[in-house]
């Protein structure tokens, strides 16, 4: 007989923790919600609006509130976009670089953390299972 897991609630749990453990771990964090838009800006400074929500599974209301609270917070701000006036790219601020070192210093400490204990091949299942929720439950179910 397979044993139950109850995988729902243990992911629930697991991702309260970690969100907690990840806002608490100093006085300078951000949430981890903030974190992935300074990762992304990181990576694509200038990005579209459309184009950051797309890659934290944001919709247009989800992001914009997002970026809302940074940009009060002077961690990133809106420019219209050259070619489209009614498009908006976002870029990092000096206190979002900042913000952003620390976010990656965190996220580096909490991922040696979550792997503690388990071996490469026991992590790599672990990252491909996580990976594969995203296509068993694509953007928009239930939305």
Do not use: C
């Amino acid at each position: 007989m397979r044993k139950e897991h109850r995988l729902i609630y243990l992911l629930s749990v697991a991702q309260r923790r970690v969100q907690r453990a990840a806002v608490t771990s100093s006085t300078e964090a951000v949430s981890p919600a903030q974190a992935g838009l300074l990762f992304v800006l990181g990576k694509q400074d200038g990005a579209l609006m459309g184009e950051a929500g797309a890659a934290l599974d944001l919709g247009p209301a989800g992001i914009s509130g997002l970026v809302d609270r940074m940009a009060a917070a002077g961690l990133v701000e809106r420019r219209a976009d050259e070619k489209d006036a009614r498009a908006w790219r976002l870029f990092l601020t000096a206190k979002g670089r900042k913000a952003l070192v620390r976010a990656k210093e965190i996220a580096r400490e909490m991922n040696v953390r979550l792997a503690q204990g388990f071996s490469d091949d026991e992590i790599d299942t672990v990252a491909r299972w996580l990976t594969g929720i995203q296509s068993k439950f694509p953007r928009g179910d239930g939305e």
